[in-house]
């Protein structure tokens, strides 16, 4: 079965505390992208990765890193976790990155992870 | 300007109605254009995945983008109860992969 693993679902933690949250994927997807979801604010990418060892910023990455060290994993660091990344997380699994123009962009496969609740206090 | 509006609702619409739901952009580097479902406490799922200008039609929904508008749509017909979820759009473009989101449209569907 295709699926996005996140772990943990749920965690509270304290401010400056670092904290990893996993990502996995079983499907041999090139694009993996994390985001964070608040109210009012919507969804919002934080980090995306083309492939193997090929990492980008997203709309809103200050405080948070990733690594792709492996195709089928992308975990989400915060080194030093404050109030304000108090959120819901989703990673997410695409199988072709969007420039990449697969049957003339007409066709993708996306999955995303169950999310994280994360709460900083 | 924010890059991408979505007017987030909520949207009550009868079974059975025709459902419109749209977002406008001002970036138009944007080539690849998505819509989202999301129920309440799930993960989003793609709906649609479209490249430029255009329509798509898959099964009750059909995705058109307006590149001279800078405006994209769906369309859901013969709405169910079951499509009561909140619709989120969602653009990238040819230069870079990153994807910028709409804050989503609540919908429901009126039994």
């Known amino acids: 079965e295709a699926q996005v693993t996140q772990n943990p679902r749920y965690l509270i933690t304290v401010t400056g505390k670092k904290l990893t949250v996993t990502c996995s994927q079983n499907?041999?997807?090139?694009?993996m992208s994390w985001y964070r979801q608040d109210p009012g604010l919507g969804l919002r990418q934080i980090y995306y990765s083309m492939n193997v060892e090929v990492t980008d910023k997203g709309d809103v990455p200050e405080g948070y890193k990733v690594s792709r060290k492996e195709k089928r994993n992308f975990p989400l660091i915060l080194e030093s976790p404050s109030p304000n990344q108090t959120s819901l997380y989703f990673c997410?699994?695409?199988?072709?990155?969007?420039?990449?123009?697969?049957?003339?962009?007409?066709?993708?496969?996306?999955?995303f992870g169950p999310g994280t609740r994360l709460t900083v206090l | 300007q924010k890059e991408v509006e979505q007017d987030p609702g909520p949207l009550s619409v009868p079974e059975g109605a025709i459902v419109s739901l749209n977002c406008t952009y001002s970036n138009s580097a944007f080539q690849y254009f998505m819509w989202y479902r999301q129920y309440s406490r799930k993960g989003p799922e793609l709906l649609m995945y479209t490249y430029s200008s255009g329509n798509k039609e898959d099964g009750r929904f059909t995705a058109q983008v307006d590149k001279s508008s800078k405006y994209i749509s769906l369309f859901i017909r013969d709405s169910q109860p079951s499509d009561s979820a909140t619709y989120l759009c969602a653009m990238s473009g040819n230069r870079d992969d990153k994807i910028i989101f709409g804050k989503g449209t609540r919908l429901h569907i009126l039994p």
């Open positions: 997410a699994s695409t199988k072709y990155p969007p420039s990449s123009r697969i049957r003339g962009g007409s066709y993708n496969e996306q999955f």
């Open positions: 499907m041999n997807h090139e694009y």
